[in-house]
Antibody, heavy 121, light 106 residues
Framework: QVHLEQSGAEVKPPGASVKISCKASGYTVSHYDIHWVRQAPGQGPEWMGLVHPGGGRIVYAQKFRDRVTMTRDTSTNTVYMHLSSLRSDDTAVYYC??????????????WGQGTLVTVSS | DIQMTQSPSSLSASVGDRVTFTCRASQTITNSLNWYQQKPGKAPKLLISAVSTLQSGVPSRFSGGGSGADFTLTITSLQPEDFATYYCHQSDSTPYTFGQGTKLGI
């Protein structure tokens, strides 16, 4: 069964960093990009970037480029998202999602369960 | 960045109704437009990709349309499980962006 399993909730003080994992299973991991999307309370989703588990392609949204690092461990089919210099407005649920391409459109067909990150002193 | 504007922001309807949501992009985005359904506490679920391609397992009462910068999601004969928030999403260019959602309530 195709599945993305994320690490658990985190509470961090302002200025700290957080690293979230996303373990893929049930499909050939190297064939699909994994994206990171976050959703603040009551807001729409916000795209942060993507990483290709099987190769070197990584793309970050400009908004996060100086604070985010996305990495992969091919031996465990796991991708990671590290966000530094946390602020209160980084409080959100963070999702990883698998990209599929059909009729020329990229979409996210499988999502992790989400990881709540709370930034609070 | 391409801005996605959804309307209305919320909508009240009844079981059996037909409803249509709209999504407008700030520029032409070809067919790279997707729709997701989200229920409280859950991850978004892909309903429609590439404007009008229904995902496997999604009921045929859902349909998508539009072109250029204006797109729609229609649900015919609403069922109780359809009450949720719906988001459009453009993947024409990075940064990919989502609309702010339409909350469908009873």
């Amino acid at each position: 069964q195709v599945h993305l399993e994320q690490s658990g909730a985190e509470v961090k003080p302002p200025g700290a960093s957080v690293k979230i994992s996303c373990k893929a299973s049930g499909y050939t991991v190297s064939h699909y990009d994994i994206h990171w999307v976050r959703q603040a309370p009551g807001q729409g989703p916000e795209w942060m970037g993507l990483v290709h588990p099987g190769g070197g392609r990584i793309v970050y949204a400009q908004k996060f480029r100086d604070r985010v690092t996305m990495t992969r461990d091919t031996s465990t089919n796991t991708v990671y998202m590290h966000l530094s210099s946390l602020r209160s407005d980084d409080t959100a649920v963070y999702y990883c999602a698998r990209e599929v391409v059909a009729q020329g459109s990229d979409s996210f067909d499988i999502w992790g369960q989400g990881t709540l990150v709370t930034v609070s002193s | 960045d391409i801005q996605m504007t959804q309307s209305p922001s919320s909508l009240s309807a009844s079981v059996g109704d037909r409803v249509t949501f709209t999504c407008r992009a700030s520029q032409t985005i070809t067919n790279s437009l997707n729709w997701y359904q989200q229920k409280p506490g859950k991850a978004p679920k892909l309903l429609i990709s590439a404007v009008s391609t229904l995902q496997s397992g999604v009921p045929s009462r859902f349909s998508g349309g539009g072109s250029g910068a204006d797109f729609t999601l229609t649900i015919t004969s609403l069922q109780p499980e359809d009450f949720a928030t719906y988001y459009c999403h453009q993947s024409d260019s990075t940064p990919y962006t989502f609309g702010q959602g339409t909350k469908l309530g009873i």
